[in-house]
Structure formats: C-alpha cells, structure tokens
C-alpha cells in the first residue's frame, strides 16, 4: 500500500510562492545590510550598526524558507506561522524604517509581508486548511 500524499489546494500554493517572494525580499534585505548588493530604491540601514540588521534579516529569510517548506507539505502550523511571521516582519522593516533606512527601501518587504498577511487570512485560504477535520 502506497501512503497517501495530502491535497494542496491552489490556495495553499499560491501562499507556498508567497512565502517563497518574502523569503527572497528578506534575502535582498540581509544582502544589502552586509553591503554586497548595492542600495536599488534607497539607504539601508539599521540604527547605524548593520550587522545586527543583517543577523536578524537573514533570519527572517531561514525562517521563511521553512515555512515555505511547512506550507508546501500543508500543515497548519505552517498556516499559523505565516501570520505570526509576517508581522514580525512588518515590525522589522518598521523598526529598519526608525534605524535611518528609507521607506522606499523598505517597500519590496512591507508589501510582499502585507499581501502574505492578507492572503493567509482570506477564507478560502483558511477554509483550505481544514481547521474542524484537524482538531484532535
């Protein structure tokens, strides 16, 4: 006997690719907090002292890679955890925003955390995760 694989619906993908957009903008973040990309929209700067920004970006961008991977095998602690992790993400690039970086440079991750936070809470993408059937 085979062992069934679970469904992902297109919803549950669609998040998947969007935790995979974030991770990347948070790779563009660490990247050029460690000055090996050059500044594309803006100054990049974390309260004068970068290294802790890049320390604390590229977690971010471990962080959504696996939850990209969570998503990907549908569980729902994947579903809980994209949310947590979007804000802080927000609360990062805010926090980068107060550290002398600039909000045009800080644009790429607000709006790619926005629409991960707004897509995960949408219903369809909730109802997706099959919150009754999974409760013990």
């Given at each position: 006997m085979s062992a069934a694989k679970p469904h992902r619906p297109i919803g549950i993908t669609i998040l998947a690719l969007l935790a995979l957009l974030a991770a990347l903008a948070a790779l563009?973040?660490?990247?050029q907090m460690l000055?090996?990309?050059p500044f594309f929209l803006g100054p990049v700067r974390f309260f004068t002292f970068d290294l802790i920004g890049a320390i604390v970006w590229g977690v971010m961008t471990a962080l959504y890679a696996w939850l990209f991977r969570m998503l990907w095998i549908v569980n729902l602690r994947g579903w809980l955890f994209v949310i947590v992790l979007a804000v802080l993400n927000l609360v990062m690039a805010g926090l980068s925003i107060l550290g002398a970086s600039t909000l045009v440079a800080m644009l790429p991750?607000?709006?790619?955390?926005?629409?991960?936070?707004?897509?995960?809470?949408?219903p369809g993408v909730k109802d997706a995760f099959d919150w009754e059937g999974r409760r013990s």
């Amino acid at each position: 006997m085979s062992a069934a694989k679970p469904h992902r619906p297109i919803g549950i993908t669609i998040l998947a690719l969007l935790a995979l957009l974030a991770a990347l903008a948070a790779l563009l973040q660490t990247l050029q907090m460690l000055h090996i990309l050059p500044f594309f929209l803006g100054p990049v700067r974390f309260f004068t002292f970068d290294l802790i920004g890049a320390i604390v970006w590229g977690v971010m961008t471990a962080l959504y890679a696996w939850l990209f991977r969570m998503l990907w095998i549908v569980n729902l602690r994947g579903w809980l955890f994209v949310i947590v992790l979007a804000v802080l993400n927000l609360v990062m690039a805010g926090l980068s925003i107060l550290g002398a970086s600039t909000l045009v440079a800080m644009l790429p991750s607000v709006i790619v955390n926005v629409v991960v936070l707004v897509y995960a809470l949408s219903p369809g993408v909730k109802d997706a995760f099959d919150w009754e059937g999974r409760r013990s």
